[in-house]
Nanobody, 123 residues
């Protein structure tokens, strides 16, 4: 399984960006997809996750601003990021695993990772 993340960029505070994560290869191996982010000097942190037929989960810091969605036909996950804040500046990574886990917020639960896409929010 390969994951390709895209959609990062620069935006002013209050703006929006949409990230995409396209899966290829043995995509039948994927059930749960997630987004994590890592800011300079900080640990990687959970952002959002979703499995087919399940309500997406969000970190408290992004709840109400970010929207996770999936297009199973395109094997792609999206992260619509609204009302962006400077604190959202980070490298955003998509991840995937084969089955659901209640520890969806732990990065060590994921088998597959994409490369990061940088999001920079200026004040």
């Amino acid at each position: 399984v390969q994951l390709q993340a895209s959609g990062g960029g620069w935006v002013q505070a209050g703006g929006s960006l949409r990230l995409s994560c396209e899966a290829s290869g043995l995509t039948s191996y994927i059930y749960l997809m997630a987004w994590f982010r890592q800011a300079p000097g900080k640990e990687r942190e959970f952002v959002a996750a979703g499995g087919s037929g399940r309500t997406p989960r969000y970190a408290d810091s992004v709840k109400g601003r970010f929207i996770f969605s999936r297009d199973s036909g395109k094997n792609t996950a999206y992260l619509q990021m609204n009302r962006l804040e400077p604190e959202d500046t980070a490298n955003y990574y998509c991840a995937a695993r084969r089955v659901w886990t209640t520890a969806y917020y732990e990065d060590n639960q994921y088998n597959y990772w994409g490369q990061g896409t940088q999001v920079t929010v200026s004040s």
